[in-house]
């Protein structure tokens, strides 16, 4: 019998009561108990009270060095303090509602205090005092989230009476050339280290393994995938005539960038080889995806299929399809584009001739993956800024065709710790270089009160005949306070500019026609400032525009002022981003200045990942990111990429799937349900 499985009644002192409790706490077997960690730690460990910050909370050693003074107010309610000469401060300790310590303290007593530091009077309030030196198994103190009756006490003395009669059984599941290879601890000495830590270094030795053992895990999974739909040849293999493309390359208006010619090369072998492609393809803001997009698709037309790119506004594909029809202009191929707003009899046609196969390459929103469109021959299978698509969405797209390829394209420039967690079970492109002889985008962060200023300086460039977008608050609860905002700052620079200037607005509540006039004047100069809201976000194309002006910037995420920042400096004159904002806070202020420091994507969407954490980073919850119990993906990336590159190594190696030591590891895959195939898809 499995020991671990048990009820946890099997520990001693466990009645049915306490297994009640324990229930509510989502805890039902002894192994659950032993894997209840605690949810964090309380820093016990000395210090040199000149190193404590105000409000810190600190552990000293000293010797009572006045006789205590107990003092009532009220019934129940009493404070007691003593001073204490710890090294050579005097401090005095102040602990409330416990007058019975009284007794226990007696002047050249050595105690040990811990609480918050009030640096202004030089005074500990107290939360925990102990009668006697410090003591190293002290230094860190576990700290457990309980409900309902059951008390932290409790639960501790339980769980130090599982870990003495069961922890033998815990079962090692790294093999030991790993566990050496990092100087990991075994399973079971990291279960009693993560509740009865000896000291802080051996509890960060529990937290490494199982930090390592977590990602590990996950890694082998995401690797399974990938060796598993590699080495299943359910896919295309596309053929198409390389002299062909390469003499469409040759019509396009710029040569391709180093770095486009290599994720181009990478996807088309993906492309001609009989696995199913599962590329992300990554790029700054500007860097030429689309042109990529280009090619590839033409090489699904060229080997005989069809090829769809899917985008998440009605501007985008509009902006999307007319820009490829350009670039095809010259070609036999047949692009459409696809939204809500194309209806009736040309919608129906449309669907036709995507069914039988007339049109080659569409383009469209959401709208692609409604039940009524069919494609003859559908082989490759583009999203762009994917991660606003959720995983259902994607899926119906691709099963619109046989096991096409699918490649999904985004701007945001995920951190590379990000991306191979979360989509760790795909290969990834990057186009880490931009078009030569773009400059750099001018970026200011000026108070609110220097808005007439801003606005002088944009009349200035619109008689130079470039133009502005100005982007309005952000309300994220709201889209009506969004509207609104819109509207307000619009009227505000009609009146500001009385006539001068032509002020367009665009803003979610408008109908698709009303926002395809503004943006069609606003790309023919017709309108020179464009107020709105971040409808524009992604992909909007207007290299004239030179001013990008944003108030209250420190509402936006920094991977999103960096997209709106993208939307300027297309074209080779010189562009400014004007970032109108006055944060209270510190980390509000670090973000602006990390935005007017850096123009690298990748640095700033590090940045914003450490200071809003990967949830909010692809906002809502549709990331679809894992979620780890004790590893964390920032702060502990270097594991995470060390166990990728360790899971990729394994997954290909003959004796992970032969030997011994490795089973532990195989049969978390088999549990997965990775092996069997289910989860290829
Ligand atoms: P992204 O989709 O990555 O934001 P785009 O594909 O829209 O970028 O490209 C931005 C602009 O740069 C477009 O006007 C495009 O024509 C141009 N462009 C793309 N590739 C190159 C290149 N290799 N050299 C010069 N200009 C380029
Ligand atoms: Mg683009």
Redesign the pocket.
Known sequence: MNQLLQPVTAVKGVGEQTERLLHDMGIHTVSDLLYYFPNRYEDNRLKDLAEVKHKERVTVEGKVYSEPLLTYYGKKRSRLSFRMLVGRYVVTAVCFNRPYYKQKLAINQVVTVSGIWDRNRQTVNVQQIHFGPHKQNQEVEPVYSVRGKLTVSELKRIIRTAIQSYSSFIPENLPEMLRKRYKLPMKEEAVRAMHLPKNADELKQARRRFVYEEFLLFQLKMQAIKHFRRSSSRGISHHFDRKELQSFIDTL?????NA?KRVVSEILSDMSSPYRMNRLLQ?????????VAAIVMYAAVLSGYQAALMVPTEILAEQHAK?LSNLFSHTSVRIALLTSSIKGKKRKELLLQLKSGDINMIIGTHSLIQEEVNFCRLGLVITDEQHRFGVNQRRILREKGEFPDVLFMT?TPIPRTLAITAFGEMDVSI?DEM???RKKVKTYWVRPEMLTRILIFIEKEVKKGHQAYVICPLIEESENLDVENAVTVHSQLTQFYQGRIQIGLLHGRMSQEEKNQVMMDFSENKVQVLVSTTVVEV?V?V?NATVMLVYDAERFGLAQLHQLR?RVG?GNLQSYCILLSDPKSEIGKERMRIMTETDDGFRLAEKDLELRGPGDFFGKKQSGIPEFKIADMIHDYRALETARSDAAQLIQSDAFWKDEQFAPLRDDLEASGVLSGEKLD
């Open positions: 208006p710029f040569s391709l960038t486009q790029g700054d803001v500007g860097s030429g995806k689309t042109a820009s701007a186009i078009p030569s002889g992909g194309n290299p993208g297309r």
